[in-house]
């Protein structure tokens, strides 16, 4: 029987890179990513002849869709404050080259372009601070 190389999800990096699109710099404290939703959109092209009367698709153009990740809230740390965090990016809708780094062996990494969408901090009265944030990815991923 093979042995498996499944992993856990402890280690990922989401990073995003200054205005200069070269230095990466990882967002604090991430505690779950979903996503990139990938997906191509799909167009009919049924005809009086298509076999046993099924429709028939072809794929359209491709989408990168969203990340979204959670992460504890620090509202003071640079990379999720307003001055300069992922707070700071959904005010400006700043494209920015973005990266994450997988937690397996050699550590692949997957690079796009993308702008903050959405960013919620919650504050429970007896709980940790948390944030989630969407990402729009523009363009493809690498």
């Known amino acids: 029987m093979a042995e498996t190389l499944a992993t856990i999800g402890y280690g990922l990096l989401f990073q995003i890179a200054d205005s200069g699109g070269v230095n990466f710099t990882t967002v604090a404290e991430i505690t779950n990513l979903?996503?990139?939703?990938?997906?191509?959109?799909?167009?009919e092209?049924?005809?009086?002849?298509?076999?046993?009367?099924?429709?028939?698709?072809?794929?359209?153009?491709?989408?990168?869709?969203?990340a979204a990740f959670?992460?504890?809230f620090l509202p003071s740390a640079a990379t999720q404050?307003?001055?300069?965090?992922?707070?700071s990016l959904a005010q400006s809708g700043e494209r920015r080259n973005m990266k994450i780094v997988w937690p397996t062996i050699g550590n692949p990494t997957w690079s796009f372009k993308g702008f903050v969408r959405t960013f919620?901090?919650?504050?429970?009265?007896?709980?940790?601070?948390?944030?989630?944030?969407?990402?729009?990815?523009?363009?493809?991923?690498?």
Do not use: W
């Open 45 to 66: 092209v049924t005809h009086m002849e298509s076999p046993s009367r099924y429709k028939e698709f072809i794929a359209g153009l491709l989408d990168g869709g969203e």
């Open 120 to 142: 919620e901090p919650t504050s429970p009265v007896n709980a940790p601070q948390t944030a989630s944030c969407t990402v729009k990815i523009t363009g493809p991923i690498t």
């Open 34 to 43: 979903r996503g990139p939703s990938m997906q191509s959109e799909q167009h």
């Open 81 to 87: 404050n307003l001055s300069t965090g992922v707070a």
């Open 70 to 72: 959670d992460m504890n």
